[in-house]
């Protein structure tokens, strides 16, 4: 019996003239768990799509042990031949239904409907048991939609192992988690090893890639550069190995505060539970300043990014922005007074998916005169204007005439900075806005930020990535329970503390 669980042979897969996949080979074993890394559009979640059966290869074969340890060829094309053969895979945006309950969304289409009801308590007792198994904890009768992200994440994959995968995939499973909650998760994924199962993991943080697997397999531009054992790597190679060559770090100058742009006095918000609401939460963004907003996820962080957004209604205090009152806040009077936005949540709130990259870039602009005469939009010189933008943010994928969805999570993230950047804004409000980006990716977003910074734009900095606001901030809050402090500090310890509650 070969301890071999998964053969990838030879995937190619293109998209029209993208190249996403080129003749990829990849093995795993039982119980390994195998770092798949590559830049923002290198393939990675395409090759994953193809394993589960989501997408058709253009060709190649892949083989699956069966329950005797046997390769078997796996029915490509069908996610319920890849179910069935043990395949699990939590995917780069959750896929769980908000408004019921985590119990229902694992049980949801593994039991047939009718017999839910009497197979509550079984279902309920597996749950247990593998919850028991990997440690991964989750409040299973709460509605989906109030559970926090590493919440939601850990119901994800319990919904994997309830459907008995024993080789999981997980594509960037942290890039939405706290340093914390990732090292939890990664504690769970070595429990569900020793049972057995086979991880791949796609991720664009070296550090937790050289901490936590047994392998790397590297991805550029669709095509396998490299594969190697992680004790036997460091940073400096993979990042090599990604690239082609090593990011340049940011700087960061030293310059002169101006005028507040964006000032919150004694704002209150009631959310649907504590962890969106906001207690007399004061702050002042000036120009030439990024105000780093640190903090554990779920402490109030989206009430604060809906507040500057126009998207709560407040029961208490004010907003000026560029030294005027918004008397109604609303996402229109919040653009028109000057505020771009980077959200958190890029695919719900960043585009629309259906739309054409072009026209998710002009879509906050649309009553500039060179984007519509006399109310009628101008396609040509959108898409001109597009091209533009795409080639000067190096957005990468099928193009601007595209629909916006079909772009990979990082190119996402390119097109709304070109959006929000190219207005020229006189505040930023960026939320997690590395959050999924390659190390190049990153590096050009902190650049941009900064770039503004000196343009004379405040930036309200909301991250969970603590290294990027030490890295960018000039000022740093902490927002807990709804509350925010400000922090002389800049220590990574102590801030860290501060966000867990410790008295400073
Ligand atoms: N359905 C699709 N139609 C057209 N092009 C696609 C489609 N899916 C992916 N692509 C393109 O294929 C390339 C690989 O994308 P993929 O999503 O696999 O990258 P990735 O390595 O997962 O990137 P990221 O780190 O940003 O998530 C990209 O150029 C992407 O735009
Ligand atoms: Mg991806």
Redesign the pocket.
């Known amino acids: 019996m070969s301890n071999i669980v998964l053969s990838l042979n030879g995937l190619s ?1 293109k ?2 003239s ?4 080129a003749d990829v080979s990849l093995t795993l074993e039982r119980g390994e768990v195998l770092a798949l890394l ?12 193809m394993l589960f059966g989501h ?1 058709l290869p253009d060709s190649g074969t892949i083989d699956v042990a069966d329950a005797n340890g046997q390769l078997c060829p796996l029915q490509l094309g069908h996610p319920l031949a890849a179910l069935s053969a043990g395949i699990g895979m939590v995917h ?1 945006h959750f896929t769980l239904a908000e408004n019921i309950n985590a119990l229902d969304n694992i049980t949801l289409g593994a039991e047939p409907l009718l017999a839910v009801r009497r197979s509550t308590r079984l279902a309920r007792s597996k749950i247990d048991r593998i919850i028991e198994k990997s440690g991964l904890k989750a409040p299973l009768s709460t509605p989906v939609g109030r559970l926090s992200v590493g919440e939601r994440q850990r119901v994800e994959i319990l919904k994997a192992l309830y459907r008995d995968a024993n080789i999981l995939v997980l ?2 499973p942290t890039a939405v988690l706290t340093p914390q909650e990732a090292d939890t998760l990664f504690e769970n994924i070595k429990a569900m090893t020793k049972d057995g199962i086979s991880v791949i993991f ?1 991720s ?1 943080k070296l550090h937790e890639v050289l901490a936590f697997s047994d392998r790397i397999a590297v ?1 550029r531009h ?1 095509v396998k550069v490299g594969e190697m054992a992680t004790s036997q790597a460091d940073e400096k190679a993979i990042a090599r190995m990604m690239v082609g060559a090593e990011s340049p770090k940011v700087e960061r100058t030293k310059i002169a505060t101006g005028d507040p742009v964006l000032q919150l006095k004694n704002i209150s918000v009631a959310g649907r539970s504590k962890r969106d609401s906001l207690e007399f939460v004061s702050l002042e963004v000036h120009a030439h300043e990024i105000l780093g907003i640190a903090g554990i996820s779920g402490n109030g962080q989206g009430a604060l990014a809906q507040v500057v957004s126009g998207l709560m209604t407040l029961s208490e205090g004010t907003i000026q922005v560029g030294g005027k009152e918004i008397t109604k806040p609303a996402p229109q009077a919040m653009i028109s007074a000057g505020v771009g936005r980077i959200p958190e949540d890029r695919h719900r709130e960043g585009i629309i998916g259906a739309m054409t990259v072009a026209e998710n870039m002009v879509i906050e602009r649309l009553e500039d005169s060179d984007i519509q005469s006399r109310g009628l939009l101008r396609p040509d010189a959108i898409e001109a204007y597009a091209r533009i933008l795409e080639h000067s943010y190096d957005v ?3 193009g601007v005439t ?2 916006a ?8 993230q390119k097109l709304i900075l070109a959006r929000v950047f190219e207005r020229a804004p006189k505040v930023i409000l960026a939320s997690q806005p590395t959050r ?3 190390m190049g ?1 990153a590096a050009e977003v902190g650049r941009r930020l900064l770039e503004a910074r000196e343009r004379g734009a405040g930036v309200l900095l909301i991250s969970e990535d603590l290294d990027e606001i030490l890295g960018l901030a000039d000022r740093i809050m902490i927002i807990r329970d709804g509350q925010l402090v400000e922090t002389k500090s800049h220590d990574r310890e102590a801030i860290g503390l501060m966000m867990a509650g410790e008295a400073a």
């Open positions: 897969k998209f029209g993208v190249v996403a996949n590559g830049e923002n559009g290198a393939g990675k979640t395409t090759l994953m799509n997408y780069q594509d960037e796609i664009h991805l669709g990468r994928g099928p595209a629909a969805r079909l772009l990979s999570g990082g190119n996402i999924g980006l390659d990716a």
